[in-house]
């Protein structure tokens, strides 16, 4: 029995990464922990030369100021720190540093996107290029990201499109 379990232990190092395991390691570096003073979240960086994020408009809501056209208030924005190759998840790993500060420079609350200037560039992360055309359906999906209601970040789930077609939702975020 014991040559057994020591074969088996043998192979598994040899085994290839999956796809999945591939896009994660690329993209990771790029994914965004955000909090603000209600929320936290997830966003991309899509261009490092102007440092910005784009998430979701839910994750910024609370952060703008009072009064019609007076701006954000500034956000936290949390770049993987690495052990090895792996990135810390424990969230409270993160919650006394310091990190990026983030500007909301522009939401569109109907399709739930906002853009988050940085104040500096994140050095360590590259950008992500936007997808020219939207995916078909059956084509594979990987989502990288900080769920609310998860204790960790940049939790990793993998999938397959259904269908792409136009479709009107209302969705109640905050007030």
Avoid: C
């Avoid at 598994?12 to 990464?17: I, N, S």
């Amino acid at each position: 029995m014991t040559p057994v379990v020591a074969l088996m232990v043998a192979l598994a190092p040899a085994q290839e990464p999956s796809a999945g395991n591939k896009v994660y390691k690329q993209v990771v570096p790029s994914v965004a922990y955000i909090r603000t003073g209600k929320a936290s979240g997830s966003g991309t960086l899509i261009d490092k030369e102007r440092r910005l994020v784009l998430t979701n408009y839910h994750v910024i809501e609370g952060a703008e100021r009072p009064g019609q056209n007076a701006g954000y208030e500034p956000v936290q924005v949390y770049f993987p720190e690495f052990e090895g190759s792996r990135p810390k998840t424990d969230r409270n790993y993160y919650k006394g540093k310091p990190g990026l500060r983030g500007e909301v420079i522009a939401v569109n609350r109907r399709q739930d996107l906002a853009v988050v200037q940085l104040n500096r560039d994140p050095k360590d992360a590259p950008e992500v290029k936007l997808a020219g055309t939207s995916p078909g359906p059956g084509d594979p999906i990987h989502s990288i990201g900080n769920a609310g209601a998860s204790g960790a970040l940049w939790g990793y789930v993998r999938g397959s499109v259904r269908n792409v077609y136009p479709k009107q939702w209302k969705a109640k975020v905050g007030n």
